[in-house]
């Protein structure tokens, strides 16, 4: 990402508060997190010239209490998400696989580029802020701590509690779990941190770029 790119992301950084909501305290909603997912496609489309169409997501009724498994898979990219009988999503697992054979420039290179754009939305969909642009810094704060840390990243979140490894060549897991600790969204951040943002009143903030030159694929 060029110093310009976080040049801007640090400036909206610096507009953002803290708001206590209820969503935060409990966790992502399935139905707002594909709402989210969808609308964060279409911001990567409409940022970087894409022509990415959404993933749909395939039911699974776990057991008779009532809890869901969400999921979809395919070479480059798996996504299972739990959600319990309200609806609130338990767990959110986003594997990003690196193919055999995958060189800059050829075809399976180009899948996985694509891949890594979906997990990027999927990242961002987590999030519980209504702002895409917003949703963009969890997923752009992700991508810069794996790169600084050596592919590894932990946070809390609101409820939930972030874990993701990246490895060179093979790609990248970020998991996330409902633990129910809203209160504690300071646990062991790694750099620049991000909570549930909104904008000041009054205030307009500038929606993040998104590197035109293969950024999503930053995440694996």
């Not at 992700?142 to 809390?156: D, H, P, T």
Request: with cysteine; net charge negative.
């Amino acid at each position: 990402m060029s110093a310009a790119i976080r040049r801007i992301l640090a400036a909206v950084l610096l507009l953002i508060l803290i708001p206590v909501s209820a969503p935060a305290l409990t966790g992502q909603n399935i139905s707002i997190f594909e709402t989210y997912y969808k609308e964060d496609v279409t911001y990567i489309n409409n940022t970087i010239g894409r022509h990415l169409l959404p993933k749909d997501l395939i039911e699974l009724d776990l057991d008779d209490t009532g809890h869901m498994q969400y999921f979809y898979y395919d070479n480059e990219l798996q996504v299972t998400v739990v959600a319990d009988e309200e609806g609130i999503i338990e767990s959110c697992e986003i594997r990003l696989l690196y193919p055999e054979g995958a060189v800059q420039g050829n075809s399976l290179y180009m899948d996985f580029v694509t891949a890594s754009y979906h997990s990027l939305a999927y990242i961002m969909a987590m999030h519980i802020s209504a702002e895409v642009s917003s949703r963009f810094l969890l997923a752009d704060e992700i991508a810069k701590e794996l790169e600084k840390n050596l592919g590894a990243y932990k946070r809390q979140l609101g409820a939930y509690s972030i874990s993701c490894v990246k490895v060179v060549g093979e790609g990248a897991v970020f998991t996330f779990t409902n633990n129910g600790l809203a209160a504690q969204t300071t646990a062991e951040p790694t750099g620049e941190t991000l909570d549930e943002t909104t904008t000041p009143e009054g205030q307009q903030e500038a929606p993040p770029e998104i590197n035109e030159e293969d950024q999503g694929a930053n995440l694996g």
